[in-house]
């Protein structure tokens, strides 16, 4: 009987747990071989990405690719209820200085169906990014909105305002060229502070039209540094549909500092951001069948 109860009771904490579909952005600050060897630092990766069940990881810098190979394979290992995989984008940047996008995601629940790379061949308008902002689309049976797109951009911090506003025409091809209305922005835009003069925000499309809607405020605080308090890294809905399938108030930075227990110095050995994340509802199938 006992052992029923507590069946019972750890089916019911997964269903809890898993209730909602998590979507996260994170600049992992450089990326690459040395971190990917660090154990303290792998460890903690993989607890802060296996809570989501999308992860928009930003600033992988590893020309061969083995660091983002090593997290995939630590993070399938920790969490053995999924299978995660990874879609990740060119090698982004002007000069030697690369980075790329990844999108890590549990290949169980949701797939990718179309991707996209901005800002690569010489004649595309939008050229003028530092670095290409990179779209994939999404399937997934188990969320309300079955079919979204995330658009990923890391932008660079001289030029965030001008970007910033970039970022609304690549929005209107993808709607043009998926016919879909169903876009989520994310991503370390440095859309704060000094990067963002006071004066700029008024011609900032993205910032203005009304489609377009600011999940995480600009009082909140993505930076683990107590000497800064920056919204940079955002999460920025397009579509009534999706924006409709998101959970109320659930977007907000992820505080891993507090929920790992770590002394500043230790978190800023993982990052100088907090992932930025938000909930999407379940499909009301999804919900019984779990
Ligand atoms: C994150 O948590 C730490 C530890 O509890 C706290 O000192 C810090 O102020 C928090 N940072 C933010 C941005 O909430």
Redesign the pocket.
């Given at each position: 009987m006992a052992q029923a109860v507590a069946v019972l009771l750890v089916l019911l904490v997964a269903q809890l747990a898993a209730s909602t579909f998590k979507i996260c952005a994170f600049n992992i600050r450089s990326f690459g071989k040395a971190k990917a060897a660090n154990r303290k630092v792998m460890g903690a990766l993989v607890q802060i990405l296996s809570r989501c069940d999308i992860s928009a990881v930003q600033e992988v810098r590893d020309s061969k690719g083995t660091a983002i190979r090593m997290l995939l394979r630590e993070l399938n290992r920790y969490d053995p209820s999924h299978r995660y995989g990874c879609l990740e984008s060119k090698r982004l940047g002007r000069g030697s200085y690369k980075e790329q996008n990844v999108f890590v995601y549990r290949r169980d629940l949701v797939s990718v169906t179309d991707w996209c790379q901005f800002g690569e061949e010489d004649s595309s308008p939008f050229e003028a990014f530092a670095r290409g902002p990179f779209a994939a689309r999404f399937r997934s049976p188990i969320t309300a909105t079955s079919d979204f797109v995330l658009l990923l951009h890391h932008a660079s911090p001289r030029e965030a305002a001008r970007e910033l506003d970039l970022l609304f025409g690549v929005c209107m091809e993808l709607v043009h060229r998926w016919k879909t209305q169903n876009l989520m922005v994310l991503g370390d835009l440095n859309a704060a502070g000094a990067y963002i003069p006071a004066n700029a925000w008024a011609g900032i499309r993205l910032r203005n039209h009304r489609a377009f809607h600011w999940l995480i405020g600009d009082k909140e605080?993505t930076?683990v540094s107590?000497r800064t308090?920056c919204a940079y890294d955002r999460i920025i809905v397009h579509g009534e549909e999706l924006f409709g399938a998101v959970v109320a108030r659930s977007a907000k930075?992820f505080?891993f500092?507090?929920a790992l227990g770590l002394s500043?110095e230790e978190a800023l050995e993982i990052s100088d951001h907090?992932p930025v994340e938000v909930n999407l509802r379940l499909a009301p199938k999804a919900q019984r069948e779990l």
């Open positions: 605080d930076t107590h308090c930075p505080n500092t507090h500043e907090y």
